[in-house]
């Protein structure tokens, strides 16, 4: 879902439902969101707040930007 937003810009997802509000139409952002939505396919919670997660993101050194490892 896309909504204009005229005070900024932002992401979220809701459920199964992707919404970008206002300039938000570079395809990170996209991939960001979406990679959310896959990590909570299987069940409500997700693999991220996983000790086994947590451990594999420290251990990988390949990260596309300094936000990927703030949210560890």
């Known amino acids: ?11 979220y997802i809701r459920s199964a ?7 938000v139409g570079v ?3 996209f ?9 909570a396919y299987n069940n409500a919670v997700g693999s991220s707040p996983t000790s086994t997660w947590d451990t594999a993101i420290r251990n990988d050194s ?4 300094d936000y990927s490892n703030t949210s560890i």
């Open 31 to 39: 991939q960001h969101e979406v990679g959310h939505a896959m990590d």
């Open 62 to 65: 390949c990260v596309p930007d």
């Open 1 to 11: 879902m896309a909504v204009p937003e005229t005070s900024g810009s932002w992401a």
């Open 17 to 23: 439902v992707l919404v970008f509000v206002g300039n």
């Open 27 to 29: 395809p990170s952002v």
